[in-house]
C-alpha cells in the first residue's frame, strides 16, 4: 500500500515494520500507473446485539473504479 499512498500517519505505526506508520491518502494517480489496488479490509457485525463480529475478510479493490476517476478528475481541469 505505500507504494499507492502520499505518506505514513504520523501515530498509527506498525511494529512488525520497525515502527513506521501505516500507510495514509491513496492516490489515484499512483494505483492507476502501478496497477496496484487497494487492500479493503472487511467486517460484518452480528445482527443481535452481544453478538459481535460474525464475519471478517480482505478484498482489493476493482482497477476500473480508479481509471474511471482518474479520467473523471483529469476531464475537470
Not at 22 to 51: C, F, Q, W
Request: net charge positive; with cysteine.
Amino acid at each position: 500500500m505505500a507504494e499507492i499512498c502520499l505518506g505514513e500517519h504520523p501515530h498509527f505505526r506498525i511494529p512488525t515494520l520497525d515502527e513506521r506508520g501505516t500507510p495514509v491518502g491513496i492516490d489515484v494517480r499512483k494505483v492507476v500507473e502501478t496497477g496496484i489496488a487497494p487492500l479493503i479490509n472487511t467486517g460484518i457485525a452480528g445482527k443481535k446485539p452481544g453478538v459481535g463480529q460474525i464475519g471478517a475478510g480482505v478484498a482489493r479493490a476493482a482497477l476500473l473504479c480508479f481509471e474511471q476517476a482518474l479520467e473523471a478528475f483529469s476531464s475537470r481541469r
